[in-house]
């Protein structure tokens, strides 16, 4: 029987061997503790992400994979190490770079469109209203929520709320998008088909993402790379795994092979390694 290899185990090689839009070098990220001495979540992070390329992270809980993304995103600063986007140092939040929560994180008491127009209204403050009308609208389409438009949130299914978060995130075109765990609190149904959704419009205008998800066939599905940490506290990256499926992907098609299979084992493996060693 065939075995799944990794292509490359060693990250500093990842480092050189993918195109350096997103670069992220020796970062630390520590907490000060009560005693004044501290807290040490991610020990010397060495990762880069092509502009067009399409990134999971698992990792257990709490080894810092949202402390990563948000750093990346500017919500949070690095003690020490660099992240630079497309050249540029990144030190606090910006439109280049767009976060899709778990928890949808809309605003109530605007409708749907309401909420993206918003988004749109300060990111892109030189597109005059008709251009601004037209961006929404085509986001809207994207992902199928144009009969919802007007309805507010808590009128609308979990499924259709993160997909305005999605609409929301697309619609002020970043050059990177940040999902943690965007699929995380949906049901099992609801998230194949927005992960395919999300795939869809990934493939016909490809992007720089960065996903955390604690799914590993989510990940192999959907990512070019798989970003495998340690548990934590002082957590790395363990293994990045190269997912040889090429886009447009077709999940029944890719279950059904032996590289899935193998990929897979070797990630679940993985994960239950770091959980047997820290019982
Ligand atoms: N502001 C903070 N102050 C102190 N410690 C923090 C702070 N934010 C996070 N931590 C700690 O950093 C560690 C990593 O947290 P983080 O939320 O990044 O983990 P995670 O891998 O995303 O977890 P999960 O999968 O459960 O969401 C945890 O031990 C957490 O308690």
Same mark, same amino acid.
């Given at each position: 029987?065939?075995?799944?290899?990794?292509?490359?185990?060693? =990250?500093?090689?990842?480092?050189?061997?993918?195109?350096?839009?997103?670069?992220?070098?020796?970062?630390?990220?520590?907490?000060?503790?009560?005693?004044?001495?501290?807290?040490?979540?991610?020990?010397?992070?060495?990762?880069?992400?092509?502009? &067009?390329?399409?990134?999971? +992270?698992?990792?257990?809980?709490?080894?810092?994979?949202?402390?990563? #993304?948000?750093?990346?995103?500017? #919500?949070? =600063?690095?003690?020490?190490?660099? +992240?630079?986007?497309?050249?540029?140092?990144?030190?606090?939040?910006? %439109?280049?770079?767009? /976060?899709?929560?778990?928890?949808?994180?809309?605003?109530?008491?605007?409708?749907?469109? $309401?909420?993206?127009? !918003?988004?749109?209204?300060?990111? #892109?403050?030189?597109?005059?209203?008709? $251009?601004?009308?037209?961006?929404?609208?085509?986001?809207? %389409?994207?992902?199928?929520?144009?009969?919802? %438009? &007007?309805?507010?949130?808590?009128?609308?299914?979990? @499924?259709? *709320?993160?997909?305005? @978060?999605?609409?929301?995130?697309?619609?002020?075109?970043?050059?990177? #998008? !940040?999902?943690?765990?965007?699929? @995380?609190?949906? &049901?099992?149904?609801?998230?194949? *088909?927005?992960?395919?959704?999300?795939?869809?419009?990934? $493939?016909?205008?490809?992007?720089? +993402?960065?996903?955390? =998800?604690?799914?590993?066939?989510?990940?192999?599905? /959907?990512?070019?790379?798989?970003?495998?940490? =340690?548990?934590?506290?002082?957590?790395?990256? @363990?293994?990045?795994?190269?997912?040889?499926?090429?886009?447009?992907?077709?999940?029944? %098609?890719?279950?059904?092979?032996?590289?899935?299979? $193998? !990929?897979?084992?070797?990630?679940?493996?993985?994960?239950?390694?770091?959980?047997?060693?820290?019982?």
């Amino acid at each position: 029987m065939m075995k799944y290899t990794p292509t490359s185990i060693d =990250t500093e090689q990842q480092v050189m061997s993918h195109n350096n839009f997103l670069e992220i070098e020796n970062l630390v990220k520590s907490y000060p503790t009560p005693d004044k001495s501290n807290f040490v979540v991610l020990d010397g992070v060495n990762l880069s992400i092509g502009e &067009d390329e399409f990134i999971s +992270v698992i990792g257990h809980s709490g080894c810092g994979k949202s402390t990563l #993304l948000k750093i990346v995103a500017g #919500l949070e =600063t690095a003690t020490s190490g660099s +992240v630079r986007l497309d050249g540029k140092e990144i030190r606090k939040p910006g %439109a280049e770079r767009m /976060m899709v929560f778990q928890n949808y994180s809309l605003l109530p008491w605007l409708t749907v469109r $309401e909420n993206i127009r !918003l988004a749109v209204d300060e990111v #892109l403050k030189n597109a005059n209203r008709a $251009e601004k009308i037209s961006i929404v609208n085509e986001h809207l %389409a994207m992902v199928n929520l144009t009969p919802a %438009a &007007d309805k507010y949130p808590d009128e609308i299914s979990g @499924g259709m *709320k993160q997909r305005v @978060g999605i609409a929301r995130a697309l619609a002020i075109r970043p050059k990177m #998008l !940040l999902m943690d765990e965007p699929f @995380g609190a949906l &049901d099992a149904l609801t998230r194949g *088909k927005l992960q395919r959704q999300v795939l869809d419009i990934w $493939e016909n205008n490809r992007q720089a +993402v960065m996903m955390i =998800t604690h799914d590993v066939d989510e990940a192999i599905y /959907m990512s070019d790379r798989i970003v495998l940490m =340690t548990n934590g506290p002082a957590a790395n990256i @363990g293994e990045i795994l190269e997912v040889p499926f090429d886009h447009p992907r077709d999940r029944a %098609a890719m279950r059904n092979s032996q590289e899935y299979f $193998e !990929l897979r084992n070797y990630a679940l493996n993985f994960l239950d390694r770091y959980f047997t060693q820290n019982e």
